[in-house]
């Protein structure tokens, strides 16, 4: 089963952090990409840029309105992911339980709705 592992986390914490701490956090990160793509279980994986860059679309009775930033304000963003393909929940939350940011943010776990789940096989 697929599973979409979103990586959430205060922006403003990277700001605090030396040139060495952030390498060092990056280094576990390709350190825990790398034991992923060993396993046999990696789907895919992006870091996003902070959500200054974003822009939220709406379209409302036909009208478009874009907006800079997220939808939502909230103290931890989405700041990248991975897509995992697993045999449960568990094996899914043993994966993500891995993940450097979940000492400091959290983790989200999303099963995937495959074609199949929903009648469009």
């Known amino acids: 089963m697929r599973y979409l592992l979103m990586i959430y986390s205060p922006e403003s914490y990277y700001e605090t952090l030396s040139e060495q701490q952030m390498g060092e956090l990056m280094a576990g990160y390709g350190?825990?990409?790398?034991?992923?793509?060993?396993?046999?279980?990696?789907?895919?994986?992006?870091?996003?840029?902070?959500?200054?860059?974003?822009?939220?679309?709406?379209?409302?009775?036909?009208k478009l309105n874009t907006t800079d930033g997220p939808f939502a304000e909230t103290k931890e963003t989405i700041g990248g992911f991975y897509l995992i393909d697993v045999k449960d929940l568990d094996a899914a939350i043993s994966w993500a339980k891995k993940i450097p940011t979940a000492s400091y943010g959290s983790i989200e776990i999303r099963p995937i709705w495959e074609a199949e789940d929903y009648g469009e096989a």
């Open 31 to 62: 350190q825990f990409t790398e034991e992923l793509t060993g396993a046999g279980v990696m789907g895919a994986s992006e870091r996003l840029q902070p959500t200054a860059t974003a822009t939220t679309v709406r379209l409302r009775e036909g």
